[in-house]
């Protein structure tokens, strides 16, 4: 472990490694900076990310970010749970974005439990901190086994409130650009519809270019999402309850194999140019140069009836983990 002095302060870093994986995490974020796959004595680099460490902490882009209170959007003006009504503020017209300003995606966790396999970050959100009530803990593990990255999300509350956590990792498995080379497979029958603003119209069974149960070449699904608002995916696809394996992605080089706990995958393509570098993506040139897989509960789901609504009470413990096995094709 190591401290680095930072635009948002002094910050730990600490990497994990084993014959199989390298990866960085960050305090701040509890954040995936840098993971690589091996191959020989080859590290093949995975992650895609700023290469300015100082761009990576701000950006509104949340690479490699834990996301909370709630991933993905809350729509203005209100949620309610049960009889309560919890009001969004101004700022958040259409929407509270991943738990917006004060979420957990910007804020300095401590380092709980440290070992060569694993570490455990803790983080506290506060009630005045966003349109939820009680104090939540939460504890994000990152532990290596093999070929495996396991996150881990442990969380707890004072009160009544809503509790969705992701990893926000953007991956590119190959050595181009883009994901255009990409193979996907997503066992799901169901995705959330959604509108321009990603409000949820309706639950739909997946149809092309959103249906991944045989498999897409990700080049054929874009050119098609292109012509849309989204410009790519920016979709929530919920899991079928009958499979093992959840999602997988792969290339000439590399094959990620992707297990959950959590009901649905949030899987976004990048769909704008950002002002970074990017690793093999020259600035403002980078869009669609990697992906995301937001496993969480479907997203904005305490506003539509027949979704989970990622209530937390404080009888109960918020846990979900997320599983990425890497492994490497016959390449030279």
């Known amino acids: 472990m190591k401290s ?91 929407s509270l974005l991943h738990g917006g300003e004060n979420g957990f995606s910007f804020k300095h966790f401590e380092i709980a439990e440290l070992s060569e396999a694993y570490v455990k970050l803790k983080a506290i959100s506060l009630a005045d901190e966003g349109p939820y009530d009680g104090i939540l803990t939460l504890f994000t593990t990152y532990q290596l086994s093999n070929n495996t990255l396991e996150i881990i999300y442990e969380a707890h509350t004072t009160e009544t409130t809503l509790c969705n956590i992701t990893n926000h990792v953007y991956l590119n498995l190959s050595n181009q650009p883009t994901i ?68 997988e992605a792969e290339t000439d080089i590399l094959k990620m194999t992707l297990k959950t706990t959590n009901p649905s995958v949030v899987l976004y393509t990048h769909n704008k140019p ?19 897989i937001e496993t969480q509960h479907e997203p904005g789901g305490i506003q539509f009836k027949g979704l989970n609504d990622a209530v937390l009470t404080p009888e109960n413990t918020y846990y979900e983990t997320t599983t990425l096995e890497f492994d490497v094709k016959n390449i030279k």
């Open 4 to 94: 680095i002095q930072t635009v948002v302060g002094e910050i730990q870093s600490v990497i994990l490694e084993n014959q199989y994986l390298s990866v960085e995490i960050l305090s701040f974020g509890a954040s995936i900076f840098h993971l690589y796959v091996k191959n020989k004595d080859e590290k093949i680099e995975v992650s895609v990310q700023p290469d300015d460490i100082n761009e990576f902490l701000t950006s509104q882009f949340y690479y490699g970010k834990t996301v909370g209170r709630t991933a993905g959007r809350l729509f203005y003006p209100s949620y309610s749970i049960g009889n309560t009504e919890y009001l969004l503020d101004d700022t958040s017209n259409p």
């Open 180 to 247: 255009d080379d990409h193979h996907m497979t997503i066992h799901a029958n169901t995705y959330l519809n959604i509108d321009d603003s990603n409000k949820i119209i309706s639950v739909e069974l997946v149809k092309e270019p959103l249906d991944f149960n045989q498999g897409l070449k990700l080049r054929e699904a874009l050119n098609i999402m292109e012509n849309t608002s989204f410009k790519g995916f920016d979709h929530t696809f919920i899991f079928s309850e009958d499979k093992h394996v959840q999602m």
């Open 274 to 292: 950002a002002p970074h570098q990017l690793r093999h993506s020259k600035k403002e040139k980078n869009k669609h140069a990697a992906f995301t």
